[in-house]
């Protein structure tokens, strides 16, 4: 009886384990279900509709990813951006970045101090404010400040200070660090005290590019997106490349910025909307809604262009382009009038050539960078051959300037002694 007792109490406590484990797994597969199932279902309402263009003012980048048909759809979309952002803003990890790119993070302090409480504003942009700050080992920085209206600010917060973690060349700005705390998420870059390409080609306050420092320009640009598409691994499409993402140094040299639209070229198989500035986008990719190296290529088409005309394009100078594409020469008539008698026209057609072969529709049929690069490598040197050339040939005029004085000098003795001779 004893042995049959034991038997039955050893069942039920058995029974009892086994049931608990059924409900407990049965719970965590309940909830597995309801989560994924609800992820499975956001992603398809964002994937299946596109965001309307936004534009803010001159020069600002876009990004879209909802319809206007469909404002519930949207409001989806929002949500589940509302719903990262603040995942990833309540646990920042200091040491997730950190050991990622090696990238300083600062306190709310340090950059309310370095900016003197945020009073030098450097700049207004889509992102938010710029404000020039000096950091306590004496570094002057320019500091990227989000505005707290601005709708793709914390995706783009999150691909620079991850991109440029890891991407280092002397053609792109340098991010000195970066912040998240009190609410408020700032970058901190070296600071480029020529300001951008836009204000120097559109601005009368500013002093007038020269034709050597343009061509120098062109060719710092292309240097660093030629580190992107062919030196970064995985390679990195810029997206918005335009002048006014274009920043020079005290030394004139130019640096790509702005990498908040920029992407890994991986494909995920997913559909990323528009985006871009208007002016700078590649009508293929308008048409197709995909972004290829190509289409950084087109972009900068344009600034090329725009460095040789001064000319944006948002005043139409596409139409100016294409007019001008219709005679061997045209391109002398839409020249930079500041630069009317300042530069060689072979090398300004050559230039525009470059650009022209950048704007092909196809886009297959465009350069690569690295065959761009080159090209403008063969111009920069044959200026430097010419002005070689003009500096020995103008050497041997003073030469022999030098040698008929002297030869002067003696005949005046000559004819001086031949004088007192008599």
């Avoid at 049965?26 to 279902?41: Q, T, V």
């Avoid at 950059?111 to 570094?139: R, W």
């Avoid at 139409?316 to 009038?337: C, F, P, R, T, W």
Wanted: aromatic residues 8%; glycine residues 8%; neutral net charge.
């Amino acid at each position: 009886m004893d042995g049959q007792a034991d038997l039955v109490i050893i069942g039920i406590s058995v029974g009892l384990a086994l049931g608990i484990l059924i409900a407990i797994l049965a719970f965590f597969g309940i909830r597995w279900y309801k989560k994924h199932s609800y992820l499975r279902r956001c992603a398809n309402e964002r994937s299946a509709t596109t965001l309307p263009i936004r534009i803010n003012g001159i020069g600002a980048s876009i990004d879209s990813s909802a319809s206007l048909s469909n404002p519930t759809a949207i409001k989806g979309t929002e949500y589940l951006t509302k719903i990262s952002q603040h995942s990833w803003w309540s646990h920042p990890s200091k040491d997730r970045f950190a050991s990622a790119s090696g990238i300083l993070r600062y306190s709310y302090k340090d950059i309310q101090k370095s900016t003197q409480n945020f009073t030098t504003i450097l700049g207004q942009g889509s992102f938010g404010p710029v404000y020039k700050a000096t950091m306590p080992t004496g570094e002057v920085v320019a500091v990227k400040v989000l505005a707290s209206d601005s709708k793709q600010g914390g995706k783009e917060f999150q691909t620079e200070v991850s991109l440029l973690g890891r991407l280092h060349h002397r053609n792109l700005v340098n991010l000195v660090g970066y912040c998240v705390d009190k609410g408020q998420h700032m970058l901190v870059y070296e600071f480029m005290s020529n300001g951008s390409l836009a204000n120097l080609l559109y601005s009368e306050e500013e002093r007038v590019l020269s034709w050597d420092e343009r061509l120098q320009i062109a060719l710092d640009i292309s240097h660093g997106i030629e580190y992107l598409h062919e030196g970064a691994v995985p390679p990195v499409i810029h997206r918005d490349l335009k002048s006014a993402n274009i920043l020079l140094d005290q030394s004139m040299r130019a640096k790509v910025a702005d990498f908040g639209l920029s992407k890994e070229e991986v494909f995920d198989g997913r559909n990323s909307g528009l985006k871009g500035t208007y002016g700078y986008i590649d009508p293929a990719y308008i048409s197709t809604n995909k972004f290829t190296m190509k289409s950084d290529i087109y972009s900068f088409g344009i600034i090329i262009f725009e460095i040789i005309t001064a000319i944006h394009p948002h005043q139409n100078l596409m139409e100016y382009v294409n007019l001008a594409s219709m005679s061997s020469d045209g391109v002398d008539e839409i020249l930079d009038n500041k630069l009317a008698g300042e530069c060689d026209p072979e090398e300004v057609r050559l230039l525009a050539n470059i650009a022209q072969k950048c704007l092909h529709k196809t886009p297959r049929k465009r350069p690569s960078i690295g065959e761009v690069s080159q090209a403008l490598l063969k111009i920069k040197q044959s200026r430097l051959a010419k002005e070689d050339t003009m500096s020995f040939a103008s050497r041997d005029f003073s030469r022999m300037v030098s040698r008929i004085e002297s030869q002067q000098v003696e005949l005046s003795k000559l004819t001086s002694m031949e004088s007192i001779v008599e």
